[in-house]
């Protein structure tokens, strides 16, 4: 009885660490958005950068030491710069794309990054892709094609900001998966952990020559809290889902993350109800309504695959 009873209480934890990384993860591209008002994106960037490695020194040095991450040579050596160019990658585009389109479309155009990385895998670790995913790869591209229906020739000509930014965050997309696919053969050599304070430390330094930190000290009270924020969700998240991913079958986690751009837009819709103008949410008509619920379809059907393959 203890045993399933410890079963059951490790499920729930690992439940609840999942909502905790869905609700997180779709909380922050609103708090990115609002604070992209006050801070450019390699500012912002740098920040983040700088804080959160600074959160994971103590971490580091009690658990494994801090010249640790940098014992690395030859090939991890390659990995580990492919992992910092390419998650540094990431937060630059998916900020830049961010500051031109509404946190709703950019959560939309991440939901890539899982199928990249599935199509990497495929690729260059001759992993199995089922017929099932072969389905939800179909479903999230007609999905995609039907929310950006009202967009088509500001995304084919990109003549407008809204094109660029759609395109920022598909570039944002692909260094994520690029990110995650160097990082697992790089596990066999570093921790989770490290890989991150590697990325973080070595970010901070290569996004300095273009930051401003000083107008960190022009930022009222808000804008402040909302840099806190964006640092502190991005850690807890990020620790919450590898957590879960102990608890519970990554298949099912994948597809509780698939919902985040459904969370996201709720989170646009009860900060609407205060101030519309805040983070203002675009017309969707009824095919973008319904391309929306074919992308996270899509994006789930496509991890929950992995587990029939």
Request: proline share 6%.
């Amino acid at each position: 009885m203890a045993t399933v009873s410890g079963r059951t209480e490790d499920r729930s934890l690992g439940l609840t660490l999942a909502f905790t990384t869905l609700l997180l993860w779709g909380a922050l591209p609103v708090v990115l958005k609002l604070l992209l008002q006050s801070l450019d994106p390699f500012t912002v960037t740098w920040y983040r950068f700088l804080l959160a490695g600074a959160m994971l020194v103590p971490v580091i040095h009690f658990r494994y030491g801090l010249g640790s991450p940098f014992r690395i040579r030859g090939v991890a050596s390659v990995l580990a710069v492919v992992c910092v160019l390419g998650l540094g990658g990431n937060y630059l585009t998916y900020l830049m794309g961010l500051s031109r389109i509404s946190p709703g479309s950019a959560q939309i155009v991440m939901q890539f990054s899982p199928i990249i990385v599935l199509l990497g895998g495929l690729i260059f670790f001759k992993e199995a892709f089922s017929r099932l995913q072969w389905i939800g790869l179909g479903v999230l591209i007609v999905g995609m094609g039907l929310f950006f229906n009202q967009r088509f020739a500001e995304l084919l000509f990109v003549l407008e900001n809204y094109g660029i930014g759609v395109w920022l965050v598909f570039a944002s997309a692909i260094l994520w998966g690029v990110f995650m696919l160097a990082q697992k053969p790089l596990l066999r050599h570093l921790p989770s952990t490290s890989i991150m304070a590697l990325v973080y430390w070595f970010g901070t330094m290569l996004f300095l020559p273009l930051a401003q930190p000083s107008r960190i000290f022009d930022l009222p009270a808000i804008p402040s809290l909302l840099l806190a924020c964006s640092v502190v969700f991005t850690l807890i998240s990020y620790l919450s889902f590898a957590e879960s991913l102990k608890r519970m079958e990554a298949s099912r986690m994948g597809a509780l993350v698939s919902l985040t751009p459904l969370v996201t837009m709720a989170v646009m819709g009860l900060l609407a109800l205060f101030d519309p103008n805040l983070v203002p949410m675009e017309p969707l008509n009824k095919p973008a309504v319904g391309g929306t619920i074919l992308v996270v379809i899509g994006s789930m059907c496509s991890t929950l695959g992995k587990s029939a393959s």
